[in-house]
């Protein structure tokens, strides 16, 4: 939980001792996490909320029809018990290219940000304590002060060496070091990750039953349709796109404003599920046809024969969709100003998703498709002007939320007090007014509203994010990451540096001289050393070793099965793979490298915990990727000039503090030269952007000839535009035609 | 001349009649130079000065070949003289479409600056001058205060209003008023200038006399063509074009480094010159040969015929460039990493330059060819990273040379006085011991170190931009420009706010909080209204009519017409069109945009000497871009964006420094309303460069396929191959090839 700031900052002046209790208790946390998972992936019960995409893959069925009774449940082999730590290697076992087969590039290159963490601190930390840690050491500042406010892990800090001294020329050229090994690990990270993301790109087969990034090589989205009066939507795209790529255009999707459909088709299916409950009911029992009445939820009415109702039901809504649906293609009011233009050749989709089509740039908007899968459909019809001032109001917004959060919060946390709640349910006083329960509320309330909205924050953002009118859920997600970064930034690191809100900073920074903010923060940052080594402990290692646990998904699930679970495909609803959420998991992770930048000059000894994190992250994550997540989409590791940049940012970060520190430490000459290093450090960033960053935006010319080349060399004959011609139906659309084949494929799998 | 700092500060405190003397004098030198320019430029001696551009374009013809010994060089009609004022109306009444066709797009649009000048300060003005000045003149804080710090224009200045007024309301909703003004004047000349530009583009004729925007449009610049060991640039660039432009491509041309030949064909022309001088005086005497001597400048050596052996030089010279031309063409040591590509189609070579061609961004980069005129051919071999690496150089030293060119400055001046120069040279010192000849060095010398540097500074800036890699002459220029504006900000128009030194206040303003920078400058600007008000009389007001005059061009052609003008070709040569130089107007006239903008809340009276500025400046230079500059290139108005870019940035500094003025005020309610107008400031300067500048940079389809269509359809014969041949030559190619045409064409003008 990155609260940072709500936990108590008197752990600030802690001990070796203090931080050993401290580790203790969080790693027997951890331990324990890892052991009840070791437990509970093994009892066959279990079986779908540990290996879920498996599941998904069809590669395991359900264990459950097969045994005893109690060995559906309960796994009674006591030799598996032994080996209860079996799953890590397991999980480090699979080779790279086949995890990318398995689970995605995405999945695949989200694991190396955690590589990335092992390869840029192992070195560091060796670095460091070989070379800082003696340093700082075998000095006696703190000990000659006889200061209550160190702690003894200052000794090794930069904070025992006296103010003046020659021996920070020592910092200085380990921050040059430490700088550049970043760099260079980043650098030869972005060329690794490119080729690997060029490699999918130019590898992935097409597939008829799923649509790949590979699919929609050849589409490319058209938005901001300029409206006219005498053709409709389609005619206006075919036209425009004949007339200027007549020798690539093949056809077109336009995109309807289905929601109404979508809405019939849940309804539809809920119906279908109710059905198949009775029918199975019915078939277990053939001599009684099941009756529901008619009411509210089946309480009171008239009694009819259950399975003839839904059946009559989902005939009326079949209707309904159909008609509503010949309603949306034949009503001009439905059609948005956007479509999906597909080419005859990669080459012509990539010329026309990189060039500008007319005079007005904001007019015909070509981007590369996305996947139909992360498509995010609400935003599609957002025009050019709208999303410029949408980005304005949110630009604002995330301003004061950034800063003034906590205004609300304690607005609303007045409220939620004792007398609030008696005024408002005053039959509630005399329970109340019971001791114990007063002194609960009264100690629980203020931190509770807090919670909730840290709770809710990554969604207010994702809320920002689609307000600005992103129409990929990928964009969404970077987006949302970037955000939920600065939030981060600003409120847990900063805030935990320097006490007070983030509005209080900001005010004392403005009245402050630009250089005298690094010095105010770098100051205080080795005497919150040991406060960002239990955060690491609780957050990092208990937090990860949680995550593997999958306590919210595993009560679900087991409540479900018990109550809910009506047929197999309920079933296999109610597992619920989840995926990596890049919105929140990134930022959080983002963290750790800001931290591991920081003190890596400051105070090393932080940094072994850091490895701890990393290491025990990618190891969990590697095993939920390859055994429960499921991604909802493959972007191609579109993310990765986030990640590159966000690290970057840390980098600048620590050597901005670094600079503010030593220039408190009267050392006049050697600080300036930090300069440079910022210099260096933000030049480096500008050429990754323009080295690296267009892979991750534009389709080079080159690769899509030589993929059309090869496809016309080994399918001379494939019927493209037939086989195009649903690919960017809108999802309700295509849940509707698809439903029963899906239904049928699940029944298949689960009789394997 | 922008040297604000160096004018004297101790006008700041002027009273009306202090700028009513300054005026005056002004005043009465711009009349000066007007009136100069209006007897001199009908003396027929004068005729290719003051007419230039007619000359060049084979319009007008020498006068001086006309009517008796003394009408060659003095005009004695007295009727013409009553008229002198007559080049204004007929400066103004050329419509802008001749002028465009006259000129170009580049004069007509960098015209436009001053217009807009004048439509956003003549309502501004209007508006200040009703509304601002009452509100200020109907205080009496400062006669109260009796404080002769104040001038009797501050009581037309916002110092006239008391602290804690409710009156600086007026200022701040006027400061709104003027911000959504200026803004929307910005917005609508955006537009017009993008629509003139695409009507530029699409409306140029292909004429083979002349390389024109429109017949480059086919072609596409190609640099970082990676080495390939086994294939020579030309066959990669043809294999590249062929795979993956197959439809489009046509042909192509490498670039040579042919500065060898450059060399030789200057060397070549040269000798020409001598041998038709001498060619010329055989003509007018043939009874005897003239004759010359071998040595150095024909001052010693043997006596040889002058043509024959003119002749022969010339004979050996051609020999020698046959030879290079050939190894040149041969040797691939030779030959550049960079092509221009040509397509069949205007689509396929837009298409080109606006994509990606390979994996690796760096190499085979595309972009839209300029002109053969406007590229700069030494640039175009310089690989990416080390473009890259340029950059950050050139970053660096571009920081240094604004904010400490004066430590080397003071370091030279130290040097450059008596007993420096007693000590390089000795023997000068009985001469400088005299007493008058002393005071003069020391009163001179400090001063003409700086003034060199400030002469020598847009060629510093214009080497930087050099190094920095641009392939453009026209880029080079808009880049020097950004530079210039950026170092007169800071040296002229916050050093002449603040006193000291561009480092000194870096210094200052480092040690400040943020909040506080704009009030220690706004709180200065009223109080430097005065000193301003002069600058812009003696830059502005005399400075622009000065340029009419051309003193130097004028001096300068005169004697060349004198001592150096051999031939007819020499004459031709002896005229110095010049060209508007944007390095260095456009950062200059930017000054009084950013001056008129801040006063504009402030001091309203600077506004009518901004306006006056405007005025005349307009006039004289489209008297000048009608009569005498010749634009060297085309760019189709490529520079607005930066032109844009500027005022924008003029705005944001007003509103910043109004910001820091208020604050000081105590008008804690008021102030922070400036906020929004800040945000909104930013945020129309992103909707403008989202929604016009592509125009600037992209070709977009829509306007290619109409233009190929449309040729299609009027010349479906038309070789384009043959056609667009060697369009790219380097210029020392075809002057070689050329040069005795073009020296056909001239006679052709001189006889008409």
């Known amino acids: 939980m990155p609260t940072g700031k709500l936990v108590s900052k008197e752990v600030a002046m802690a001990t070796f001792s203090d931080i050993g209790v401290a580790a203790a208790i969080n790693i027997l946390g951890a331990l324990g996490f890892l052991m009840a998972f070791a437990l509970l992936r093994l009892q066959p019960i279990n079986d779908r909320v540990y290996f879920t995409k498996w599941y998904l893959k069809g590669a395991r069925s359900s264990r459950t029809h097969s045994g005893t009774f109690i060995h559906k449940f309960i796994n009674l082999n006591p030799r598996s018990y032994l080996r209860f730590l079996e799953w890590m290697p397991a999980a480090l076992k699979m080779p790279e290219l086949e995890l990318i087969e398995h689970a995605g590039l995405d999945s695949a290159v989200f694991l190396r940000i955690y590589l990335i963490g092992l390869k840029i601190f192992i070195p560091i930390t060796i670095l460091a304590f070989f070379v800082l840690v003696p340093v700082n050491w075998t000095n ?56 690997m993301r060029l490699q999918f790109l130019a590898s992935v087969k ?61 309804e539809r299916e809920q119906m279908e599920n109710w059905r198949d409950f009775y029918q199975l009911k019915y078939d277990g029992n053939p001599s009684e046809r099941p009756t529901i009445k008619t009411g509210f939820w089946g309480l009171y009415g008239r009694k009819v024969d259950a399975i003839d109702f839904y059946a009559s039901k989902i005939d009326k809504l079949s209707k309904e969709e159909a ?34 089509q007319t005079r007005n740039p904001t007019l015909w908007l070509t981007e ?26 949110v630009a604002v917004a995330f301003f004061f939320l950034t800063f003034f959060f906590m205004i609300p919060i304690t607005f609303v946390q007045s409220l939620a007090n004792i007398e609030g709640i008696e005024k408002v349910a005053p039959f509630l006083k005399p329970l109340i007014e019971v001791h114990v329960i007063k002194s609960f509320i009264q100690g629980f309330l203020p931190g509770i509203v807090l919670k909730i909205f840290l709770i809710l924050l990554p969604m207010i953002l994702m809320l ?67 406060f960002f080594i239990t955060y690491i402990m609780a ?103 986030d990640v590159h940049g966000h690290i970057i940012t840390a980098l600048i970060i620590s050597q901005l503090l670094l600079l503010g520190l030593l220039s408190t430490k009267h050392t006049a000459k050697s600080t300036p030269l930090l300069i440079p290093l910022l210099v260096l450090t933000v030049w480096f960033h500008r050429f990754c952007k323009n080295r690296y960053e267009p892979a991750f935006v534009k389709y080079p010319l080159q690769e899509a000839t030589m993929k059309d080349t090869l496809e ?41």
């Open 368 to 393: 590369w498709a996305q996947e139909p899968r992360d498509i995010y459909w609400q935003n599609l019809s957002i025009s050019f002007v709208s999303i410029i001032i949408r980005k304005l109001i």
């Open 464 to 530: 920002m994010s689609k307000f600005e009118g992103f129409v990929s859920l990928s964009a969404l997600q970077r987006r949302s990451a970037s955000k939920y970064y600065i939030f981060l930034l600003i409120n847990v690191f900063l805030g935990s540096i320097i006490a007070g809100t983030a509005f209080e900073q900001l005010n004392s920074f403005i009245h402050q001289s630009a250089n005298e903010i690094p010095k105010t923060i770098g100051v205080s940052i080795p005497m919150k050393a040991t």
């Open 206 to 266: 097409r597939r008829p039953d799923q649509f790949t990034v590979s699919s929609c090589e050849t589409f490319v989205l058209v938005r901001n349709v300029p409206p006219d009066p005498k053709e409709s939507v389609s005619e206006l795209v075919e036209h425009f796109f004949l007339d200027n790529h007549p020798d690539h255009y093949l056809t077109h999707q336009v995109v309807y404003n289905a929601n109404t459909i979508a809405k019939l088709v849940n």
């Open 712 to 752: 016309r060399a080994t399918e001379p004959n494939l019927e493209l535009k037939a086989y195009l011609r649903d690919a960017y139906a809108h999802p309700a659309f295509k849940k509707g035609e698809d439903d029963d084949k899906v239904a049928g494929d699940e029944v298949e799998i689960e009789t394997v």
């Open 140 to 195: 006696s500042t703190l000990k000659n002060l006889n200061n209550i406010q160190y702690s003894n892990i200052d000794h090794l800090s930069i904070s025992n060496v006296p103010t003046g001294s020659p021996r920070f020329w020592v910092h200085l050229a380990m921050a040059y070091v430490f700088t550049f090994w970043s760099c260079y690990v980043l650098l030869k990270e972005y060329k690794i990750v490119t080729a």
């Open 323 to 356: 008609t509503e649906k010949e309603n949306l293609i034949k009503n001009p009011k439905y059609i948005m100003p956007a479509a999906f233009v597909s080419f005859g050749t990669r080459w012509g989709a990539a010329v026309c998703a990189q060039t500008q």
């Open 539 to 641: 957050d990092g290692w208990a937090g990860i070793a949680g995550e593997i646990l999958r306590l919210k998904p595993l009560i679900f699930y087991n409540l479900k099965n018990l109550f809910l679970v009506k047929t197999e495909k309920d079933r296999e609803k109610a597992m619920d793979p989840e995926s990596i959420n890049f919105a929140t998991s990134e930022p959080q992770l983002q963290l750790y490298f800001l931290l591991g930048l920081v003190y890596a000059a400051v105070t090393p000894f932080l940094l072994p915990f850091i490895l701890v994190f990393f290491a025990l992250a990618y190891v969990v994550f590697r095993h939920q990727i390859i055994n429960v997540y499921n991604q909802k989409y493959e972007t191609a590791a579109a993310f990765w000039p």
